[in-house]
């Protein structure tokens, strides 16, 4: 770790490590980051042709907050994994019977969730991955919008022709590095998780599919016959299998075509998520590593675009307006007001900078 890293960045270091998701350019990324972040400069030198101190202060914030992001929602992909390989166990599962439990049943649903949220996971990692590389390359886009898809299109050549030449293609590199990765190892895994986050985020549960698991007997070893009263069918070993076209309702998927087997991964879904863990390292590793590149060129000339970045504050609209109304669900608890607040020592710079933007509009 370098001298900058503190107890809790080495920790959180340690839980990566163990998960299987360690990133060493991101945390490299993310501590030169911090390194250029003053509250003396309003936020990130990078960012000092900005006129608006506030446009400059919440770009620099959103930087630092999205890096944050895409690390606490990769750890959070590779934990759900992991839960997700041992409520399954290393051969699959029986078909719930009649002599099945709550926890039985239980154990189902928390392999959905699990499921679902490392998709959620992915999703999240690729947003605050595209939010990072739309500022610290000047790209012209609504970072507080920000979704991963962004990667798969270039942004408004419009927008962009008054950019310096190195600039214009620093937003490009990373969707290249991005797209690449998500080709590997096998094509279009990226675009294909990116539907599934949506379908399973935003349209509820997809039919699902339990197929029997391959036989793991030697051949010309004969297969062990049990007597038992059971149905067969509670007796077999199955496993999870993912769909394959997530971006279809279930009735146009199971209408698609003439095979029911194409209508699913080949490979069951604890497969499936172990790809997807490493493959969004790999993803965001390779990003990183072009904005560290990024982050060092000399932007003499560059065009920072704060009014298509949008980083106004959210505050009209009826959204908003109702949102506003919520003021907690016991707003009486008697908490008393805080006399000190304990921050780790790179959330206190940001904390310093908003302090320093609030005294500026008493001025």
């Known amino acids: 770790m370098s001298e900058r890293s503190t107890p809790a960045d080495e920790q959180t270091a340690a839980i990566a490590a163990r998960f299987g998701v360690s990133t060493p350019n991101l945390a490299a990324l993310r501590q030169d980051v911090i390194a250029d972040y003053s509250a003396d400069e309003w936020g990130l030198s990078r960012f ?19 890096l944050e992001g895409a690390n606490t929602s990769l750890i959070a992909l590779a934990v759900r994994h992991d839960q ?20 039985d049943y239980l154990q189902l649903v928390e392999l959905d969730i699990c499921a679902t949220d490392c998709f959620r996971a992915v999703g999240s990692v690729l947003d605050c991955l595209a939010a ?49 990765q998500g080709d590997e190892p096998a094509q279009s895994w990226l675009a294909w998780a990116l539907e599934m986050r949506n379908a399973v985020i935003h349209r509820g549960q997809l039919l699902r599919v339990w197929l029997n ?27 999870p299998h993912m769909r394959r076209m997530p971006w279809l309702p279930d009735m146009h998927s199971l209408t698609a075509g003439p095979r029911v087997a194409d209508l699913w991964l080949p490979e069951p879904t604890q497969c ?31 065009a920072w675009p704060a009014a298509a970045w949008d980083l106004a504050r959210r505050d009209d609209g009826w959204r908003i307006e109702m949102a ?32 320093k933007l609030l005294r500026s509009r008493d001025l």
């Open 324 to 355: 506003a109304q919520f003021k907690g669900f016991e707003p009486s608890y008697p908490t008393p007001p805080p006399s000190q607040l304990r921050l780790h020592r790179d959330s206190a710079v940001r904390a310093e900078l908003a302090q």
């Open 48 to 66: 000092s042709a900005i006129e608006d101190i506030t446009d400059r202060a919440v770009a620099s914030d959103l930087v630092v907050s999205s």
């Open 84 to 103: 997700f390989e041992r409520l399954l166990g290393p051969n699959g599962r029986t078909m719930p019977g009649p002599e099945s439990t709550v926890d």
């Open 132 to 180: 990072t590389t739309a500022l610290v390359t000047g790209a012209p886009l609504k970072v507080q919008r920000a979704e991963g898809t962004w990667f798969f299109r270039r942004p408004d050549e419009k927008k962009r022709s008054s950019e310096p030449r190195d600039q214009a293609t620093a937003w490009d590199s990373v969707a290249d590095a991005v797209r690449d």
């Open 272 to 302: 499936t998520l172990r790809y997807l863990r490493d493959g969004t390292v790999r993803v965001v590793e390779t990003a990183a590593q072009k904005l560290l590149e990024t982050l060092h060129l000399d932007t003499a000339g560059w």
């Open 213 to 239: 698991r391959p036989s793991r007997r030697p051949r010309g070893v004969p297969p062990l016959l049990v007597k038992t009263k059971m149905d067969p069918a509670y007796l077999v070993r199955i496993e």
